[in-house]
C-alpha cells in the first residue's frame, strides 16, 4: 500500500512561486509513473504534470512555467510552480501508478493518491 503525502501548499501571489513536495512510503517512487493533478471548486481534477520512465510531461497550460522532478533517494516528488497565476488556484494532488502498462493524463490512469494540498494565487 503506497502512501502518499504532499506539502508546500499555500497563498502566493501573482507571479510568486512554490514547491510543492509529495512523499512516498509504502513503495518506490523510482518504479512508478507519478503525476500532479488538480481541481478547481466546481472543476474536474485535470492534469498538471507527470514522471515516468521516458520523461516528464506537462499539462499545455502550465509549460514554461511548472517543473516535476523527483529524487529517489528522498522518495519524493516535486513539483515547481513559478509566475503563478490566479487561475492556478486548485487544490493540488500527488498520485503515483503502480500497475503496469502505459497512460499518465488521466486520473483512472493512477493507483494512489494523496489528500491534497491547497495553493491559492492572489491577484
Known amino acids: 500500500q503506497v502512501q502518499l503525502v504532499e506539502s508546500g501548499g499555500g497563498l502566493v501571489q501573482a507571479g510568486g512561486s512554490l514547491r510543492l513536495s509529495c512523499a512516498a512510503s509504502g513503495g518506490t517512487i523510482s518504479s512508478y509513473t507519478m503525476g500532479w493533478f488538480r481541481q478547481a471548486p466546481g472543476k474536474e481534477r485535470g492534469f498538471v504534470a507527470a514522471?515516468?520512465?521516458?520523461?516528464?510531461y506537462l499539462a499545455d497550460s502550465v509549460k514554461g512555467r511548472f517543473i516535476i522532478s523527483r529524487d529517489n533517494a528522498k522518495n519524493t516528488v516535486y513539483l515547481q510552480m513559478n509566475s503563478l497565476k490566479p487561475e492556478d488556484t486548485a487544490v493540488y494532488y500527488c498520485?503515483?501508478?503502480?500497475?503496469?502498462?502505459?497512460?499518465?493524463?488521466?486520473?483512472?490512469?493512477?493507483?494512489?493518491w494523496g489528500q491534497g494540498t491547497q495553493v491559492t494565487v492572489s491577484s
Open positions: 498520485a503515483a501508478r503502480t500497475r503496469a502498462g502505459w497512460g499518465h493524463y488521466r486520473t483512472d490512469d493512477y493507483d494512489y
Open positions: 514522471i515516468t520512465w521516458s520523461g516528464t
